[in-house]
Nanobody, 126 residues
Framework: QVQLVESGGGLVQAGDSLRLSCAAS????????MGWFRQAPGKEREFVSA????????YYADSVKGRFTISRDNAKNTVYLQMNSLKPEDTAVYYC???????????????????WGQGTQVTVSS
């Protein structure tokens, strides 16, 4: 059974940084894409960033490019999202997820991700 557990959220001020972690277990993740999504109240879930577990190719939404960095630690089966220069509009629940299909092309659509964590709240005050 695949399990994804996020941690690292919190309340910060604009301009601060946070690092989110997603600990993955339950199968091998080699070849899969791991993604971060976020959902603000009243809004749809949106893509933030993704990384291919093997090879390390990375993908970012335009809104976070240059501020957020995704990485992974193979030994710990953990994916990280380093978030710098946070803005109030980054406030949301952040979810990690794993894409359906090994070696599938990376997708920005949440519909293409089949396992999800429980989410971690990030609140950025102005």
């Amino acid at each position: 059974q695949v399990q994804l557990v996020e941690s690292g959220g919190g309340l910060v001020q604009a301009g601060d940084s946070l690092r989110l972690s997603c600990a993955a277990s339950g199968r091998t993740f080699t070849g899969y894409v791991m993604g971060w999504f976020r959902q603000a109240p009243g809004k749809e879930r949106e893509f933030v960033s993704a990384i291919r577990w093997s090879g390390g190719s990375t993908y970012y939404a335009d809104s976070v490019k240059g501020r957020f960095t995704i990485s992974r630690d193979n030994a710990k089966n953990t994916v990280y999202l380093q978030m710098n220069s946070l803005k109030p509009e980054d406030t949301a629940v952040y979810y990690c997820a794993t894409m359906r299909g090994r070696y599938s092309p990376a997708s920005y659509s949440p519909d293409d991700y089949d396992y999800w964590g429980q989410g971690t709240q990030v609140t950025v005050s102005s």
